[in-house]
């Protein structure tokens, strides 16, 4: 049992305490723990910490070996809230756990930004160019094993050739952001639409044919027309026999040259 000092001390504490006794029953939570998990008070009839976190049933197993004493330590996520909770629990010699209750909703938020900033173009929110190639590979590969294919679209966007990313005004990003949209919705859910310049994208469509490819690439010059977006030329290319993610790129560009050079907006290499 906790003493009545040790109690205060916890009580003052700007983390989450909670003690949860040897039979899984909450012998004190302190008033951080309760404001984190969105609890009133403990109760004396609360069962263990997890029916504390979950508001759920309660568990039937602790998820503490119980000869152990290595920490455990689990994330919580309540979407509602928009928090994130880390729980490091600590299991006693003598069956008690205690558990420590931080709130690292800035971290992982901040965190997710980082990886967001990482992937893709703040401008149009396609993937960035720099992860074509790793994506396009594995997706060749997956194609050769499972014997079907993989198609790109190069799209080139003249208008956009003319603005620094970095500078352009509000009004432009979003134009930039409604154009990656677009590309990232021309196809099925799991195509990939990436940044492939200032004034080019590229699609990855796995399971593509030829044929296939050119039908969405049509779709896509009518979306960019739609738009108000003029003289976008289109290039695609399906891998065939190739086996490097850069020789079905350099294809594809080859494509997208003939399209700059010719009267129609879609051309294959």
């Known amino acids: 049992m906790l003493k009545e000092e040790e109690k205060g001390i916890l009580s003052e504490l700007p983390v989450g305490i909670v003690v949860v006794n040897p039979v899984r029953r909450v012998l004190f939570s302190n008033r951080a723990a309760l404001r984190l998990l969105g609890r009133q008070d403990s109760g004396e009839s609360s069962l263990c910490h997890l029916y504390i976190r979950d508001s759920k049933e309660?568990?039937?197993e602790c998820p503490l070996e119980?000869?152990?004493i290595n920490p455990f330590v689990?994330?919580?996520q309540?979407?509602?809230k928009g928090c994130f909770l880390e729980v490091f629990a600590q299991l006693?010699?003598?069956g008690a756990v205690i558990e420590t209750i931080t709130d690292i909703s800035l971290r992982k938020n901040f965190q997710r930004e980082l990886d967001k900033a990482a992937l893709f173009d703040p401008g149009s929110g396609v993937f960035k160019r720099n992860i074509i190639r790793e994506r396009l590979q594995r997706e060749m590969h997956r194609a050769r094993f499972?014997?079907?294919t993989v198609s790109i679209i190069l799209v080139h966007i003249p208008a956009l050739s003319g603005f620094n990313v970095r500078d352009i005004s509000k009004a432009v990003a979003r134009v930039l952001r409604g154009i990656g949209e677009t590309l990232g919705r021309g196809a099925r859910a799991h195509d990939h639409a990436y940044r492939f310049g200032i004034d080019t994208f590229i699609i990855i469509l796995p399971g593509e044919d030829l044929a296939g490819v050119l039908r969405v690439a049509k779709k896509l010059s009518y979306r960019m027309a739609e738009l108000g977006i003029e003289d976008t030329k289109i290039g695609v290319a399906n891998m065939a026999k190739l086996r490097l993610a850069d020789e079905l790129i350099h294809t594809?560009?080859?494509a997208l040259y003939r399209a700059v050079h010719s009267p129609e907006p879609i051309?294959?290499?």
Request: aromatic share 4%; glycine share 4%; net charge negative.
């Open 58 to 60: 309660p568990c039937v």
């Open 66 to 68: 119980p000869d152990g």
């Open 74 to 76: 689990s994330e919580l």
């Open 78 to 80: 309540f979407p509602a």
């Open 92 to 94: 006693r010699e003598n």
């Open 146 to 148: 499972n014997n079907t």
């Open 252 to 254: 594809a560009q080859h």
């Open 267 to 269: 051309s294959t290499a």
